[in-house]
């Protein structure tokens, strides 16, 4: 088996990427270009609500303001392509297959907004309460046409009743039911829309990434996504979930936090090495003020360095730092 550490980046286009999204992203790319490895940019384009048409430009426009690079993307083709995830649909559709021939799959009327939301990460406030399974062995003996109620169906997979175990590199063993705290979830919407859920795996396995940095608001999708892989037989990537960047209220960052993106400080004048020298800060990895580039942070990058509390951070408070 080949030691190549292949990581990605898989932003959503939802919005700009502000210094709680770069930094992460900063974090992915070190830990990836300090071992020679090999990185993927994903965009993660499923819930059409939510995406703005011009926000996959204004990405990577950002990242490589940034310094970022990457090895296989939208922008630069690669083998393991298309990189955009709307365009990649009957790759999901060949999983649902799969896992519905398996009978792991049952199909759902209900009209919860976990089946609406399921197309995005969860990110915290937006996992709705446990489903309580009603739907499960409905539909057994219905005669075809009357199957469904009328309606068309969601697509929920059964969970075991079970601790779902994993080790993750900064936070240790980390154990959670699925079937108590998030029930058997969506993999499908109502309107065939693939589930974030079910696409990161069969993305992340088809494009052979073995190593998922992401914020730790997304820590508990993983044991949902650890049984799709064993139900679909794909391997497990080393996980690593990075503290967020919070505001001082103690939320996510976020628009009430004063304007953080990437974007306004750019326009304000601010060089692309002063906020990678305050990202790095944050990381354990630069002093206060200093300038860097992506580059030059690598011969320091450890993640033995990384602090484990989240970082504080507003508009005022960056700006005082930069
Ligand atoms: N696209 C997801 C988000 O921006 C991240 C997914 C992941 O890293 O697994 O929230």
Not at 172 to 184: I, K, P, Q, T, W
Not at 259 to 264: E, V
């Amino acid at each position: 088996m080949s030691s190549l550490v292949v990581g990605r980046l898989a932003p959503s286009p939802t919005g700009a990427l502000h210094l709680g999204n770069a930094r992460t992203f900063l974090l992915a790319w070190l830990s990836v270009r300090s071992r020679a490895g090999r990185l993927i940019l994903r965009i993660e384009d499923l819930d059409g609500p939510r995406v703005k048409p011009e926000a996959t430009r204004t990405l990577i426009h950002d990242l490589r303001w940034l310094g970022l690079d990457w090895d296989d993307g939208p922008d630069v083709g690669g083998p393991n392509g298309p990189y955009v995830q709307t365009e990649r649909t009957e790759r999901y559709q060949r999983a649902v297959e799969q896992l519905n021939a398996a009978g792991q799959l049952y199909p759902c009327v209900c009209s919860r907004t976990d089946i609406q939301n399921a197309a995005s990460a969860p990110h915290p406030g937006e996992d709705g309460p446990r489903y309580p399974g009603t739907c499960q062995g409905r539909f057994e003996d219905g005669a075809a046409a009357t199957r469904f109620a009328g309606r068309e169906p969601a697509w929920r997979v059964r969970v075991p009743a079970e601790e779902i175990t994993f080790c993750d590199e900064l936070l240790g063993n980390v154990s959670m039911d699925v079937s108590r705290l998030a029930g058997d979830f969506v993999v499908q919407k109502n309107n065939g829309t693939p589930a974030y859920q079910l696409a990161v795996v069969v993305d992340d396995a088809a494009m052979g990434v073995n190593e998922v940095v992401r914020g730790d608001d997304l820590l508990s999708s993983t044991p949902r996504q650890i049984v799709l892989q064993r139900y679909l037989e794909l391997p497990r990537p080393a996980y690593y979930h990075v503290p967020l960047v919070i505001g001082p209220d103690g939320l996510r960052l976020a628009k009430r936090h004063g304007d953080t993106r990437l974007s306004a400080f750019r326009d304000a004048g601010i060089e692309a090495h002063r906020v990678v020298g305050l990202l790095a800060h944050w990381c354990g990895l630069a002093a206060p003020g200093e300038s860097l580039t992506p580059q030059q942070l690598l011969p320091r990058f450890d993640w033995r360095r990384l602090p484990l509390s989240p970082v504080v951070c507003d508009r005022q408070r960056a700006l005082e730092q930069l």
